[in-house]
Nanobody, 124 residues
Framework: QVQLVESGGGLVQAGDSLSLSCAAS????????MGWFRQAPGKERDFVAA????????YYADSVKGRFTISRDNANNTVYLQMNSLKPEDTAVYYC?????????????????WGQGTQVTVSS
């Protein structure tokens, strides 16, 4: 069974940086795309960024483009989300997710494995 475990969340001030990690474990872990989503209280789960495992191709939501960077470590089955210039509106629970799809999708329903989430709070 594949498991995704996020870490790195916390409380920061506006303008600060934070780095999230997502470690994948389990027998024969193999997913084509890894993504990050976030969900603020009372809101839907929104796409943040994704990376295609084989090529390293990335895709970002407009709201984070230029501020967030997704990357991967193939050897350790780990995906990272570097978040810079954080804003209060970035406050949410951040989830790591894996998709078997051959292309990057921004809709959550295309991802079939999810982590437990990590809280990111940005104060103004």
């Amino acid at each position: 069974q594949v498991q995704l475990v996020e870490s790195g969340g916390g409380l920061v001030q506006a303008g600060d940086s934070l780095s999230l990690s997502c470690a994948a474990s389990g027998r024969s872990f193999s997913r084509n795309v890894m993504g990050w989503f976030r969900q603020a209280p009372g809101k839907e789960r929104d796409f943040v960024a994704a990376i295609k495992w084989s090529t390293g191709r990335t895709y970002y939501a407009d709201s984070v483009k230029g501020r967030f960077t997704i990357s991967r470590d193939n050897a350790n089955n780990t995906v990272y989300l570097q978040m810079n210039s954080l804003k209060p509106e970035d406050t949410a629970v951040y989830y790591c997710a894996a998709s078997p799809a051959s292309t990057i999708w921004t809709r959550a329903r295309f991802y079939d494995t999810w982590g437990q989430g990590t809280q990111v709070t940005v104060s103004s």
